[in-house]
């Protein structure tokens, strides 16, 4: 852009536009996307709830409370709009913005930290979040069908063992008009870590119920 004379040094050492049609363009792009939900939850939080007597934190307690605020908020304040009031964004992207929402709020609280799309060797996690010096490694996933909820886990067991974790949290967003076989339910369950035989990670896994009939 500077090549072509769209931006230029404005002498303190940041970047200033010749044009103004192609700063608004550029803001409206790659400005974040905010719905006013992060003070809400926060101001909805208090942080010692969240921890046992030993400092530990309460992590089955954090999702379960995310549960219950969705079921109250909906996902429907998580799609972006455009100019004209339309939802633009893809609705399943609802989903997981809404549990990245609360988590970041959350951890704000917390003085708690995250680590998006970290590092695991193989690939990349979907979020390790670390409070009062202890690791949670989280995936989120779109339940689509049995074997990719299976996989799903063993997957998620890789990437904790990967960095040495052995616990990971499975949370998975499942449509309530399906009927579902036995195996997916919410439980805590040992799973193998494939190519490390003999070699297991605790995965608890927790289901977020949606209506995708209504938004």
């Known amino acids: 852009m500077h090549t072509n004379g769209l931006i230029k040094d404005d002498g303190n050492g ?13 803001y409206d792009a790659f400005y974040p996307y905010s719905n006013g939900e992060t003070s809400y939850i926060a101001g909805n ?6 921890f046992d007597k030993n400092g530990n934190l309460k992590i089955n307690q ?33 989903l997981i913005y809404s549990f990245e929402t609360f988590i970041t709020a959350i951890m704000q609280e917390l003085d708690g930290k995250i680590y998006r799309e970290a590092d695991t060797g193989l690939g990349k996690s979907d979020m390790i979040i670390n409070v009062a010096n202890q690791e949670f490694l989280i995936e989120t996933k779109i339940y689509f069908s049995p074997s990719k909820f299976d996989s ?3 997957q998620l067991a890789y990437y904790c063992d990967c960095i040495g974790q052995d ?10 008009d399906l009927k579902y076989p036995e195996p997916v339910k919410e439980q805590t369950e040992n799973i193998e870590v494939a190519e490390s035989i003999g070699k297991n990670v605790e995965i608890t896994t927790y289901l977020v119920e949606f209506d995708r009939r209504k938004w």
């Not at 940041?14 to 550029?26: A, E, H, Q």
């Open 62 to 94: 954090l999702i379960n409370n995310y549960k219950e605020y969705v079921k109250r908020r909906g996902f429907k304040v998580f799609m972006e709009k455009d100019e004209n009031g339309n939802f633009k964004s893809i609705k399943e992207a609802a």
């Open 14 to 26: 940041y970047v200033t536009f010749w044009v103004p049609f192609y700063k608004k363009r550029l």
């Open 152 to 154: 799903g886990k063993k």
């Open 167 to 176: 616990k990971g949290i499975y949370l998975v967003f499942c449509p309530n």
């Open 45 to 50: 939080t208090y942080g010692p709830d969240y």
